[in-house]
């Protein structure tokens, strides 16, 4: 069987790159169910919403929301929505709790984690940055909050802070947030299955799971 490689453009602070994640992973667990073996590698790339957020300090979500949509009344009810869309998705999102914050950081230590432990440990430091911003109202920049991130991962806190110390992963990061652009991805999240076939947004479970299958099928032998 050919492997799957699945790449997926997408923020930590994007509330439907969480929802997106969580919908394509039902998708492959309802497809295991029915039978279908899928041989997956799926990575995650690098994508800032807010590239201007503070590198250091951080204020609540709410206010950057507001900002950008118009009002408190608009934000509140963006992140209403948002709030019981995860819901449905079963993720708790605690938006009252979130905190405004740059993400170039995670992103490198995201970088780190596939680069030294492998898509599955990326995949776990995903999972828990994501669930430190939206649920845990923890700030994504912050050293602490990324050692966790990292442990989470298996990766040893020396490794980690040393990775942070330094400016390892910064070039490549960077270079890949501007390969989006190049690949005409401009909004979040996005994935990519074998550099041809493209999915945007956070479709629905049925979505995603017509379009596997149908990959899939593509996939295999004449016969």
């Not at 899928?38 to 990575?43: I, N, R």
Request: glycine letters at 8%.
């Amino acid at each position: 069987m050919c492997v799957m490689k699945v790449e997926i453009w997408s923020d930590v602070v994007c509330p439907w790159c969480y929802i997106g994640k969580k919908r394509f992973e039902d998708a492959v667990q309802s497809l295991t169910d029915e039978g279908t073996e899928l041989d997956l590698e799926v990575t995650f790339r690098p994508f800032q919403l807010d590239p201007s957020a503070p590198v250091g300090g951080s204020s609540p979500v709410a206010e950057a929301y507001a900002k950008k949509f118009g009002g408190p009344d608009k934000a509140e009810k963006i992140l209403h929505h948002v709030t019981r869309v995860a819901a449905d998705a079963g993720i708790t999102f605690r938006m009252d709790r979130a905190v405004r914050a740059n993400t170039l950081r995670a992103h490198r230590m995201l970088h780190l984690a596939l680069t030294h432990r492998g898509p599955a440990a990326q995949c776990a430091m995903k999972q828990h940055l994501l669930e430190s911003y939206f649920t845990n109202g923890e700030n994504v920049a912050d050293d602490e909050v990324l050692l966790g991130a990292a442990q989470s991962a298996g990766i040893p806190r020396g490794m980690a802070e040393a990775w942070l110390d330094s400016d390892e992963g910064d070039v490549e990061v960077r270079r890949d947030i501007i390969g989006a652009g190049e690949l005409g991805i401009t909004a979040v999240p996005t994935f990519v299955i074998d550099g041809r076939w493209t999915i945007p947004g956070a479709q629905d479970v049925e979505v995603f799971v017509r379009a596997l299958r149908r990959m899939h099928e593509k996939s295999l032998p004449p016969g």
